[in-house]
């Protein structure tokens, strides 16, 4: 079992930067693929981007490429999302998933593919 806490949400205009944690309980963090989805009002949840739990492996939805960034530190027990020239459209509620694997070089794009949930945390983008 783990639980996972985000934090790091906020309002901020067009164009600013925000970064997303996401605490995760327990002993084996190191072996949890981690993913952050987001939600947006009246929209499914949808995909942003992943990590294997060795941190080698990275994956990304096409419409976050090239602003955001993925990263983990195992020692911390932290998965972070470092989000860059944000837009409007990035306005919605960021989780974070957890995935306990032995592949060290798995990643997941869909949101069935994660065990474990965090809360969320609003983000919002004013333009």
């Known amino acids: 079992q783990v639980q996972l806490v985000e934090s790091g949400g906020g309002l901020v205009q067009a164009g600013g930067s925000l970064r997303l944690s996401c605490a995760a309980s327990?002993?084996?963090?190191?072996?949890?693929?981690m993913g952050w989805f987001r939600q947006a009002p009246g929209k499914a949840r949808e995909f942003v981007a992943a990590?294997?739990?060795?941190?080698?492996?990275?994956m990304y939805a096409d419409s976050v490429k090239g602003r955001f960034t993925i990263s983990r530190d195992n020692a911390k027990n932290t998965v972070y999302l470092q989000m860059n020239s944000l837009r409007p459209e990035d306005t919605a509620v960021y989780f974070c998933a957890a995935n306990p694997t032995s592949n060290n070089v798995w990643v997941g794009s869909r949101s069935f593919m994660y065990d474990y949930w965090g809360q969320g945390t609003q983000v919002t983008v004013s333009s």
């Open positions: 990590i294997s739990w060795s941190g080698g492996i990275t």
């Open positions: 327990g002993r084996t963090f190191s072996s949890y693929a």
